[in-house]
């Protein structure tokens, strides 16, 4: 099992530029989550999927951010235009019929 | 809307002490929580869950955890830390309705030679 895989690892770009984050999840799970870490607000749920459905986007920060879901084994998520607070770890997770989730490696995403 | 709160965002214990990370959590209906833990530079990874079964429950590494309904509290032990139990510890909560997840702020556990 190759586990939640998101690309790329770390992102470094410039104010303004857009960012695309990627993650496939687990075959079979039917749900995808996507976090961010920073140390001053710790883990925030910014959106989550049902069955390639957006249920609950509340987290989004703004309309920068965008997220997709086009199938079962892939999302994105988009910010446009970044910004220096954007500088997070940005996280994917999946999960199934028994509720855990699974989480990425993350991306590390640094804007300059 | 249920929630989850941790209490003390940095514990330090000394190899071979018992550790005790504290959680106590807010739910409209029965719940289920789980720990996770992050190593630096690493996703978080699950160490426990309960849904409902025993309300004792054993995860990976040594770690425990007890579900006391009276008390709304899911804290997390083990019997004697090890160096390689250093990480930063979450506590969440979801319930059977959907599989919203909501996190706690984190315990970050040092663990002293």
């Known amino acids: 099992d190759a586990g939640v895989i998101q690309s790329p690892r770390h992102e470094v770009t410039e104010m303004g530029q857009e960012v695309t984050l990627r993650c496939k999840p687990i075959?079979?799970?039917?749900?995808l989550f996507w976090y961010r870490q920073t140390m001053m607000r710790g883990l925030e749920l910014l959106i989550y999927f049902n069955n390639n459905v957006p249920i609950d986007d509340s987290g989004m920060p703004e309309d920068r951010f965008s997220a997709k879901m086009p199938n079962a084994s892939f999302s994105t998520l988009k910010i446009q235009p970044s910004e220096p607070r954007d500088s997070a770890v940005y996280f994917c997770a999946s999960s199934g019929l028994t509720y855990e989730q699974y989480f990425g490696p993350g991306t590390r995403l640094t804007v300059t | 809307a249920q929630s989850v709160t941790q209490l003390g965002s940095h514990v330090s214990v000394s190899e071979g002490a018992l550790v005790l990370l504290r959680c106590n959590y807010s739910?409209?209906?029965?719940?289920?929580l789980f720990w996770y833990v992050q190593y630096p530079n690493q996703g978080l990874q699950l160490l426990l869950k309960y849904t409902s079964a025993a309300t004792l429950v054993k995860g990976i590494n040594g770690f425990e955890a007890e579900f006391k309904k009276s008390e709304t509290s899911f804290h997390l032990t083990k019997p004697s830390a090890h160096m390689s139990d250093a990480a930063e510890y979450f506590c969440a909560v979801s319930d059977y309705n959907n599989n919203d997840m909501r996190f706690g702020a984190g315990t970050r556990l040092t663990v002293k030679p």
């Open positions: 739910s409209s209906v029965p719940p289920y």
């Open positions: 075959s079979g799970h039917n749900s």
